[in-house]
DNA sequence: TGAAATCCGAGTTAATAACTAGGGATTCGG
DNA sequence: CCGAATCCCTAGTTATTAACTCGGATTTCA
């Protein structure tokens, strides 16, 4: 029930270009830097989110990535699915499938569905810009911390 | 993000036997067969839910399994959890990593905690008997459905 | 023009899920 | 007391998938 590097990876690319939102583009490679990541890997999560139309690229030299909306248009649902697909606990649920069982119902297909649901709407509630505030909170708590010491 | 078999069809036997509670022990034999699953492969999930103390066993012929406790007093969680360990996202969730990178905090990591907190209270809010109750309500509907034709 | 970047598809490797197999131990019914 | 039915346990197998890597093409800026 863990989640992909896919959807873990990129969540942490895109809150990066969150960050960076509103100064240009950012390549990959920084990216990556940051985050102590593959660059070769997160190229093709990162083709995902553009295809998705969350990021723009601009190519060649001196060329990146960027948010293609503002961090407060951008839900943390938004990019996880995109990267792993619906969060579904069970096959059944996101194929709809008729029915599991030739007995005419299935018993466990509810909880899936309040799983999946409970899950999607704690992550559809989560903005980067959320992210961002909830990071700089931490960071003035931070140097309060050390400048106490 | 999906759940494995293990959890899954490690419900839909404790369904059986939450059925079947009170009226003696349900061989895996049984179990199989009415939920068309491999024999062989629920005996090992069902060894862990044994040893978890969800289910007693009676060993030798005539014997078989039965629900430790009454179906209200068992959750949907304690019985995923027994077979899939903590449903958390990301493995640092779980396993309290101090922080995952030498920043000294990550930012989608009260996410993941979020998702997980919301994924354990839907499933630690159902017991077995909810579950019975539902089916019951459901096999009636289909009765009337059926009357009225 | 050449270095820096994005773009793209295919290939690799290691881990894991989902079983299967085989034999041992226990208990009941006849 | 025997044999069939059942649980118990460990180890093996197979197929799939996750998590990358690689090579090269294209674009753009300086």
Redesign the pocket.
């Known amino acids: 029930m863990i989640l992909?590097?896919?959807g873990r990876y990129g969540l942490k690319m895109m809150f990066e270009l969150a960050k960076k939102h509103g100064n240009g583009t950012m390549?990959?490679?920084d990216i990556a830097k940051n985050q102590e990541l593959?660059e070769?890997?997160l190229?093709?999560l990162?083709?995902h989110l553009?295809k998705a139309g969350l990021v723009n690229?601009?190519?060649?030299?001196?060329?990146?990535?960027e948010l293609s909306k503002t961090p407060s248009e951008i839900t943390v649902g938004e990019i996880i699915r995109t990267l792993e697909g619906p969060l579904a606990p069970s096959d059944c649920v996101v194929d709809n499938e008729p029915e599991c069982t030739k007995a005419g119902y299935c018993v466990t297909r509810p909880i899936w569905e309040r799983i999946m649901e409970s899950i999607n709407s704690v992550i559809d509630s989560i903005t980067l810009q959320d992210m961002i505030n909830d990071f700089q909170k931490l960071i003035l708590t931070k140097e309060g911390e050390n400048e106490r010491e």
Chains 1, 2 share one sequence.
């Open positions: 992909s590097t896919k390549s990959l490679k593959s070769t890997y190229e093709q990162i083709s553009r690229s601009i190519r060649g030299a001196q060329g990146g990535y």
